[in-house]
């Protein structure tokens, strides 16, 4: 599966952005899809993933309450809704997907045999 992050851009604290993961193939519905983030100097870190089951949903602490993901299986797509957005989510933003991936392995970088080229998210204070 190929995958396509898009919706980056450069906003000011409060804002809010969207971003997508477009995926190709017709069998994306059956995988699960995680955001992780990396900044400069810092190591690439969970944010959010959404299971291919149920759609259950997990977060990082950190963007608890402000971070929506969501998927819409017809349209390939995975979404991350940001809102009340901080300097400090400044990073570049990566999508995963993993049809085998463990619920134990969700948050772990390892568990995702899928990625994009992520999109740059800047947040001004």
């Known amino acids: 599966v190929q995958l396509v992050e898009s919706g980056g851009g450069l906003v000011q604290a409060g804002d809010s952005l969207r971003l997508s993961c477009a995926a190709s193939?017709?069998?994306?519905?059956?995988?699960?899809v995680g955001w992780f983030r990396q900044a400069p100097g810092k190591e690439r870190e969970f944010v959010a993933a959404i299971r291919r089951s149920q759609g259950s949903t997990y977060y990082a602490d950190s963007v608890k309450g402000r971070f929506t993901i969501s998927r819409d299986n017809a349209k390939n797509t995975v979404y991350l809704q940001m809102n009340s957005l901080k300097p400090e989510d400044t990073a570049v933003y990566y999508c995963?997907?993993?049809?085998?991936?463990?619920?134990?392995?969700?948050?772990?970088?390892?568990?995702?045999?899928?990625w994009g080229q992520g999109t740059q998210v800047t947040v001004s204070s």
């Open positions: 995963a997907a993993d049809s085998q991936i463990m619920l134990s392995s969700i948050r772990d970088i390892r568990g995702y045999g899928y």
């Open positions: 193939g017709r069998t994306f519905s059956s995988y699960t």
